[in-house]
C-alpha cells in the first residue's frame, strides 16, 4: 500500500524531508499546505497529482492522508496537530514543539488520549552509530556531560525574535539536551546565564540572546553544562561529549565515537551521512505496522526535552536554578 503524505509548512527543514521521501518506497506526498501558497504550490509542481493549499482544514478535508510532517515554525504550532489529533492522522512535527510548555502540555495529552503516532525531528537520535555509544554509556559510570552549538544566526526572519523562535536554547540547543537526555538520563535542575552581547545591534529586530551556558544536575546524579551562541560569523561546532571512568563518548551532528585511549582519540568518527532519512523511515514503518517502536523521539518523550529548554529560559530570566 502507497501511504499518502501531506506536509504543512514547505520552507526550509520541510525540503529536507520532502527530498527523504523522494527517495523512499511506497511512499507519495499528495498535498502540502503553506500559510504562503506558492511555496505550496512549487513543493506540489514534483509530485504527480499533488495539490496545495493555504487552509490546514481545506487540505485534510479535501484529502484522506495517512500520515503528515509538521514543519512550521515555533509559534505556529497548534491548528495543525489539533486538526491532525481530531482526524487521528499520525504525524511527524519538528522541533522545538512550541516557545512555551503549556501548548506542548495540552497536545501531548490529546495525543495520549488517541494513542496516535507521533514522531519529533530529534533526528540526531538516528545516528548509526549511537546506539553504541548508548550501551557504552549504560555499561559504565557516567561523570558529566559538556555540549555546545556555536554558530551564526539562522537568517529565517522569525529566529531572531525571542517569542517567535523561543531563542536559541529552546530551538536550535533543543537538538543537543536530547541528545543528553537520550545518552545520560533524566535532568532534574538547571540553571542558566544568558547575555545580549552583539547580535541586537547587528541584525534588526534580533532580540534573541547571543550567547548562554546552562548547567544541568541528572537524575543519576551527574551533572553537565550546554553552552550556546549564535553571533559567530560562521558555524563552528555542534556537539556532546560525556565522560566515563571508562572513557569519553563524542557526538556531533552525523556521528560519535567512543575514545577510550589514544588511537581512538585519533580515529575517525563513523558517520551517518544524513540521519533525517532513518528518522522518515521509521515514522514511516511505524505508520504502515502500526507500530511505534521504530521511532526514537515520541511527542511524550519530546515533550520532556522541551520542558528542560524552557526552564533554561526561566532560569535565565530569574536568575535562579529551576527544578523539573
Ligand atoms: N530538525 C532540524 O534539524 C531542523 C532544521 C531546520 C529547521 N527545523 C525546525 O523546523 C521548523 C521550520 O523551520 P524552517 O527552517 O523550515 O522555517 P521556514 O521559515 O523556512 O519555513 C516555515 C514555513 O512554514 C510556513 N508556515 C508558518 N505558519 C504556518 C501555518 N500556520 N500553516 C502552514 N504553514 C505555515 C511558512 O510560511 C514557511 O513557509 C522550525 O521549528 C525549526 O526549528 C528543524
Redesign the pocket.
Known sequence: MTLKVGF???????KGHITNLAAIEGVTISAF????LE?AATAAKDWKDAKAYSS?TEMLDDRKLDAAFV????M?HG??ERALIERSIPFLV???LGVNNELPRQLAEQIAGKGLITSV?Y?WRYIQSLDEAKSFLESGCIGMALGYWLGSMPK?P?WRVQHLSGGQFV?QTT?ITDLLRYLCGEVVEVYAAYGHRILHELEEGANVADVGTVTMKLANGSVATISNSCMLPAGHKTGLNVYTGQGVVEVQSNGSRIVRNKEEAAAPFALTPNPRVFEDIAFLDAVRTGDPSPIKSSYADSLKTHEVTVAANLSAATGKPVKL
Open positions: 504543512i509548512g514547505t520552507g526550509g527543514v520541510a499546505c503553506d500559510l504562503q511555496r490546514i514543519c512550521v515554525p515555533p505556529a491548528e495543525a519538528e522541533k522545538p525531528g533526528q529565517v522569525w530551538e537538538h
